[in-house]
């Protein structure tokens, strides 16, 4: 199937600090991409739709200043997390999928934040 | 709109015995049904998934799920779980109009007891 390679694995940072989490649709192309926000033993929230070339979509509550995200190229969107605090602290996942008539979301490996 | 609902939030189970994790939704339109398992500190996995068809579906290591228009339903079944099974358990919709927006259930745990 479809791979989607996120980057990186885990991450610790200092508050205050900004964090970069790439997302990859390797064999490919996507022209939107999901990201999601895990909060421990809770179920996945999705927090925006990233369309190439064009603004991030945002659901209710999520803040874009905060969470900035970027599609730049049919393969790679980027979400950044800005002036990162422990409350950030996540597991971050994004998705991608392949258009067609068997179509599925493919979900990236994750990302935890963690933020001290 | 879509939501997802898993009632139990933590299933317990002895090793070989049948578990079913039960799953339900409610939408507006047509939407199409998942199984995502994730594995501790792992990211998510397609497990099954109803498109159209016949309304039964299975995965290639013993589980299967049925689609149940009428009780907007799709029950997550195994006749004989395994230790390795043991992890969190999401049942999602994706409206068919829009299919890449998947929508999560908020997750059942299965833990298997040796």
């Known amino acids: 199937g479809a791979v989607v390679s996120q980057h990186p694995s885990r991450v610790i940072c200092k508050s205050g600090t900004s964090v970069k989490i790439e997302c990859r649709s390797l064999?490919?192309?996507?022209?939107?991409m999901f990201w999601y926000r895990q909060f421990p033993k809770k179920s996945l929230m999705l927090m925006a739709t990233?369309?190439?070339?064009?603004?991030?979509?945002?659901e209710q509550g999520v803040e874009k200043d905060k969470f900035l995200i970027n599609h730049a190229s049919l393969t790679l969107s980027t979400l950044t997390v800005t002036s990162a605090h422990p409350e950030d602290s996540s597991f971050y996942i994004c998705?991608?999928?392949?258009?067609?008539?068997?179509?599925?979301?493919?979900f990236g490996q994750g990302t935890r934040l963690t933020v001290v | 709109a879509q939501s997802v609902t898993q009632l139990d939030s933590q299933v317990p189970v002895f090793e070989e015995a049948p578990v079913e994790l039960r799953c339900n939704y409610s939408?507006?339109?047509?939407?199409?049904l998942f199984w995502y398992v994730q594995y501790p500190n792992q990211g998510l996995q397609l497990l099954l998934k109803?498109?159209?068809?016949?309304?039964l579906v299975e995965s290639i290591n013993g589980f299967e799920a049925e689609f149940n228009k009428s009780q907007t339903s799709f029950h997550l079944r195994k006749p004989s779980v395994h230790i390795s099974d043991t992890a969190e358990y999401f049942c999602?919709?994706?409206?068919?109009?829009?299919?890449?927006?998947?929508?999560f259930g908020p997750g059942t745990s299965l833990s298997v007891i040796p």
């Open positions: 064999d490919f192309q996507a022209t939107t």
């Open positions: 939408s507006s339109v047509s939407v199409y």
């Open positions: 999602a919709v994706s409206p068919k109009t829009s299919y890449d927006k998947v929508i």
């Open positions: 998705s991608a999928n392949v258009k067609g008539p068997n179509t599925e979301a493919f």
């Open positions: 109803y498109l159209s068809g016949s309304t």
């Open positions: 990233s369309n190439e070339g064009s603004k991030a979509t945002y």
